[in-house]
């Protein structure tokens, strides 16, 4: 008998702020601010959304906006992390990096500086609560100027002793070049950040050359389209960049058919590390341990090899030795059980 997915200890690292509400939340935030959402975040199934041209891109974008915008106050932020991180308990995570842009949530919560403070007080508060390990991944907006980039990668840095780990690059990735933003990534590097852009998901395996090339990146979000370019995935296996690996997301937004068509065993047998993610549940209808269960049964990976990407993600991740080793550990119990 296969094992439960939801007891196999792991890493999250590809989670979007919002984007890890959870629905009923978003439905009683909505009526308490009087917000009305479209039938596609209040029927109770994943929106139909086909990201792969503009006008299904814009519409992802849209429902994301009007979801973001019932978040107003602290104490909506701090529920939010709090139910993303019991969400976290559910699926056997441990450890969890979640992905914000506080700028989007600035003008509610005073300011860049507050926005940012008020979200990594959330953090350790629910991770006091629940037990989960938790960071945060400050990520910049491919469709804004890269000096609004900059201005992130500094603050990010600055708050580098209070629980961010990393730096991002979020958005359609068709728009703006990655080398637009390296004077940002490199002020992130600088400063101890691990360099996470998007890049592989919605555009080609370049993209993915982009990010490594013009970012030094240490792990890229996506990733998946550098299953087209034998050369890359060597070079991924080889530089043991991780690609946090999002398949329900991947089917949500186009860029596959059907789950059978997400290239994991492409990626896997290259010896490509991956970190599987949820990326945002609240609009793609799944969290974590179900990307797990759809390498299971779509994929045919075995609990041997499911093990293998669960330590693949806390590898990837900015835990702490003692979560990492920890972690580890529960994976080869899982195992032996």
């Known amino acids: 008998m296969a094992r439960d997915v939801h007891l ?5 690292l590809h989670l979007h702020f919002t984007g890890s509400m959870r629905t009923s939340t978003l439905l009683e935030l909505a009526e308490t601010y009087g917000v009305h959402l479209p039938e596609a975040l209040t029927s109770g199934e994943p929106p139909k959304l086909r990201a792969t041209d503009e006008r299904g891109w814009f519409r992802f974008q849209r429902l994301y906006d009007i979801a973001r915008s019932v978040l107003r106050t602290p104490e909506d932020i701090r529920r939010l992390v ?4 019991e969400e976290e308990v559910e699926d056997g995570s441990g450890w969890l990096e979640i992905q914000v842009d506080p700028t989007s949530y600035a003008p509610r919560l005073g300011g860049l500086i507050p926005a940012l403070e008020i979200i990594l007080d959330a953090v350790d508060e629910a991770s006091r609560l629940t037990g989960v390990g938790m960071a945060v991944v400050v990520a910049a907006n491919r469709t804004r100027h890269p000096l609004d980039a900059r201005t992130l990668a500094r603050l990010a840095v600055r708050y580098a002793d209070r629980g961010v780990v990393g730096f991002g690059l979020s958005n359609d990735e068709r728009r703006g070049l990655a080398r637009d933003f390296d004077r940002a ?3 992130a590097r ?3 950040l691990l360099a996470a ?4 998901e919605l555009a080609g395996p370049g993209s993915v050359r982009d990010c490594l090339d013009d970012l ?6 996506h990733g998946v389209r550098a299953a087209e370019d034998p050369a890359l995935l060597a070079r991924l296996a080889e530089q043991r960049i991780t690609c946090e690996v999002c398949p329900a997301s991947n089917v949500a937004l186009g860029v596959y058919e059907k789950p ?3 290239p994991l065993r492409t990626l896997f047998e290259a010896g490509v590390p991956m970190a599987l993610g949820a990326d945002d549940p609240l609009l793609f209808g799944s969290r974590l341990a179900a990307q797990y269960e759809l390498a299971r049964q779509a994929h045919g990976f075995s609990d041997e090899e499911l093990a293998e990407l ?4 806390v590898r990837g991740s900015r835990a702490p030795e003692p979560v990492r080793r920890r972690l580890l550990a529960g994976i080869d119990d899982w195992l032996a059980s």
């Open 310 to 313: 669960a330590r693949q993600s």
């Open 260 to 262: 059978e068509d997400v």
């Open 82 to 85: 709090r139910e993303a991180a």
């Open 190 to 192: 600088d400063g101890g």
């Open 8 to 12: 196999l200890p792991k890493a999250h």
């Open 197 to 200: 852009p998007h890049g592989g």
């Open 216 to 221: 030094h990146a240490a792990r890229v979000g």
């Open 185 to 187: 990534f490199a002020i």
